[in-house]
């Protein structure tokens, strides 16, 4: 999957966007340890307003990201969630403006990383616990994913700890 996110953040990369990757890939990337992520977590620069702000002005480059996503095979399955699908695989963009307000790390702050010729932001394991200890708070991702999520803030919160 890590080929995959390397392959869109390439064409985004060659568009002027510069990705950040979240979600299970992001962590099992910035740790090492396999959480058996499902799709593909995608932000980028957008709306401060994040979810509240209407699915088609969220992310600031949607239709160029349209455009990309298209050309590497995907089609647009879901406008709200901005979800992409191609075959079996999901890849979801989501804005990066909202991260200070819900989790006081700010997307500036994320290391810039470069890979394969790919240059793209990752949250550290610190960034990363204090994403999901905030998402841990959230009605409806503690009530989607709550087990899953407390794994991995117990997992992040030893290895942050630990010397």
Do not use: C
Not at 27 to 48: C, F, K, M, N, Y
Not at 76 to 98: C, Q
Not at 121 to 129: D, G, N, V
Request: proline fraction near 4%.
């Amino acid at each position: 999957m890590l080929d995959e996110f390397l392959r869109i953040a390439r064409a985004l990369n060659g568009a002027g966007i510069v990705p950040t990757l979240m979600g299970s890939l992001g962590l099992e990337v910035a740790t090492g340890r396999s959480w058996q992520p499902s799709d593909i977590d995608i932000h980028v620069r957008g709306d401060a307003r994040g979810w509240d702000a209407p699915d088609e002005l969220r992310l600031s480059d949607s239709e160029t990201i349209r455009r990309v996503m298209a050309a590497l095979g995907y089609e647009l399955t879901d406008l709200h969630e901005h979800e992409f699908r191609r075959g079996g695989l999901s890849v979801e963009f989501g804005t990066i403006n909202a991260l200070y307000e819900f989790a006081g790390v700010h997307w500036a702050e994320l290391p810039l990383r470069a890979q394969a010729g790919v240059q793209f932001r990752l949250p550290t394991p610190a960034q990363f616990l204090r994403m999901y200890e905030a998402s841990a708070q959230d009605s409806y991702r503690a009530a989607n994913n709550n087990s899953k999520g407390l794994q991995k803030i117990d997992f992040l919160r030893q290895l942050v700890s630990s010397p």
